[in-house]
């Protein structure tokens, strides 16, 4: 059974920084892309950042140079490192497994942990 744990969320002020944490059990890295989505009140959920079998990154291009996604293959941990955050940044964020680069059709999902930036 896959299970995915989001943690790290919190509230923070405009050009601060958080670490999202997703502890993955039951799926393997190397079976396909992990990746992070978020969605705000009212919006569509749309894909931050999603890692390759290879860890080769990538990113929706208004977070690109501030969030970095990473993973620790031995722990079963996805990462993502979110630094000069903006208010538009505020939403519920997911981590997700088995999908490809930054489309919301992946198979498992977490619960979400809430990012919330004020100005």
């Known amino acids: 059974q896959v299970q995915l744990a989001e943690s790290g969320g919190g509230s923070v002020q405009a050009g601060g920084s958080l670490r999202l944490t997703c502890q993955v059990a039951?799926?393997?890295?190397?079976?396909?892309?992990m990746g992070w989505f978020r969605q705000a009140p009212g919006k569509e959920r749309e894909g931050v950042a999603a890692i390759d079998t290879d860890s080769n990154p990538y990113y929706e291009s208004s977070v690109e140079g501030r969030f970095t996604i990473s993973r620790d293959d031995v722990n079963n941990v996805l990462y993502l490192q979110m630094n000069s955050l903006k208010p538009e940044d505020t939403a519920m964020y997911y981590c997700?497994?088995?999908?490809?680069?930054?489309?919301?059709?992946?198979?498992?999902w977490g619960q979400g942990t809430q990012v919330t930036v004020s100005s």
């Open positions: 039951g799926y393997s890295f190397r079976t396909n892309y």
């Open positions: 997700a497994a088995d999908g490809w680069w930054l489309l919301p059709s992946y198979k498992y």
